[in-house]
């Protein structure tokens, strides 16, 4: 039987479809009433920063109607952004549901881990992006706990300052190469919001910088590690899991954007919103061929769904929360910024586009350090930038600042949910992970991305 809080996720998510084919007020309030049904079903289970950021969303639009007025146009806006928000951590749970089952990503783990110390941090880092793609943060729990086994099982063998050399560098493969998903793949929530306030690009556009910066952004992560612990001149030759395993993965990783292309055209609507509505289709038809030997194949997909894939959705109530709200409040703060001012207070400095857009970096990697979500902090820079007066700032110059300012920061923030995750399955302090071992890469990419955006902003 399933949960009042299951139903509602899935009303919310026709309501999001309908917003997205017939966008009116009839299905934004649909989609208002069944995200704070859901958030009051889901109170007590909700993640303190969960609550806050329910309760200034209700507080602020009452706020503004009494101080500012409010437009209805800004709160319906808003409210789409967090039914849409909602709508896409859930359609993400139906893949996730599926992968968490499949022998396949179980062996293709198993074959990332077991790798040479010579090429176990760059298959850790490939394997950490791909994973990413198919099981979001379910990535860190899953090949965390298989890195923390596999350094407990040797400890043994290996001195403690081996055994804790090793950790680190497996761990900071995995959330490195998990952190560069925002630069280059389409099922993220950094893409959601970048292409819903900057509707006059499209993933294509991004793709092509987003992936020379994913690569100089790998590279950089093993360049740093090479020179940080070298290979022994008489490294030992160990014979690791054929990498042919991982074939199978990559290819759905290549599938999932080439459904969501074609379903974009066929149906009109942007690569983002087609992907999410194909999402629990292509979950369900992995799971019909995950049940090989079942007598009924397509009863069994229909019973897992209803069994155990929507039963489990309420378990991202924290993360629906964060998502739904943060996008919400990124909406409401932008028209309270008077961007006539901020522009000419910009040209008065005699600060030129490369230069906002380094200062608007740095400005959100501070908020993420003081625990401040990148949801909020990118929605407000990606809705301002190009509206500035006197300023003429590329949408696609945003975007790329957003996406590569985004990948940098969850790699070494302590709030980031991927260190905090990482730190709770290895049993180690995410302060300690993010700012000590992740110092020496996060410092650089910092500076990397500043020149970058400096000179070709």
Known sequence: MNSPSSLLLMLNMVTAIWTIFAPGTLPTLF??????????????ALARVGRILVCLCLILPVFLAFRHGLQLSVITAAIDRAVFLAFFVTSLSFLQSAARSSPLIRRCGEAVVNQPPGRRYTVLTIGGALFGVLLNLGTISLLGTMIREGVDAGRQKTEDRVSEIRL???????????CSIPMWSPITVTLAIILASLPDIT??????????????????????????????????????????????LVGLVVLIPTV????????????????????????????????????????????R??????????????????????????????????????????????LHEGWVLTLTFWAIAVCSAIGINPIISVTLAVEVLP???????????????????????????????????????????????????????????????????????
């Open 31 to 44: 989609g208002a009433a069944a995200v704070l049904a859901f958030f009051a079903y889901e109170w007590r």
């Open 305 to 350: 769904l209803w069994t155990d894939t929507l039963p489990s959705l309420p378990q991202m109530r924290s993360e629906i929360a964060i998502f739904a709200g943060s996008g919400f409040l990124g909406v409401m703060v932008v028209p309270l910024v008077d961007t006539a001012w901020l522009g000419a207070m910009v040209t008065g400095l005699g």
């Open 387 to 457: 509206r500035l007066d006197g300023l003429q700032i590329a949408p696609l110059s945003v975007a790329v600042m957003a996406v590569s300012a985004w990948a940098v920061i969850v790699n070494f923030s302590p709030f980031s949910a991927a260190v905090r995750i990482g730190g709770r399955i290895i049993d180690r302090d995410p302060m300690h992970i993010g700012m000590r071992w992740n110092a020496v890469f996060a410092v650089t990419m910092i500076i990397m991305l500043s020149l970058g955006l400096l000179f070709f902003g």
């Open 203 to 248: 993933y294509f556009d991004i793709l092509p910088v987003g992936v020379t910066l994913t690569v100089i952004y790998l590279a950089s992560g093993w360049v740093i590690d090479r020179l940080t612990y070298p290979r022994p001149a008489a490294a030992n030759v160990v014979k690791g899991a054929p990498l042919i395993t991982l074939l199978p």
């Open 168 to 178: 680190q560098r497996m761990t900071l493969a995995m959330l490195r190469g998990f």
């Open 260 to 303: 969501a292309f074609v379903s974009a055209q066929l149906l009109t609507i942007s690569m983002i919103s087609a992907l999410l509505i194909a999402l629990p289709f292509m979950a369900a038809v992995w799971i019909f061929f995950q049940s090989q030997g079942q007598e009924n194949r397509l009863k069994h997909v229909g019973k």
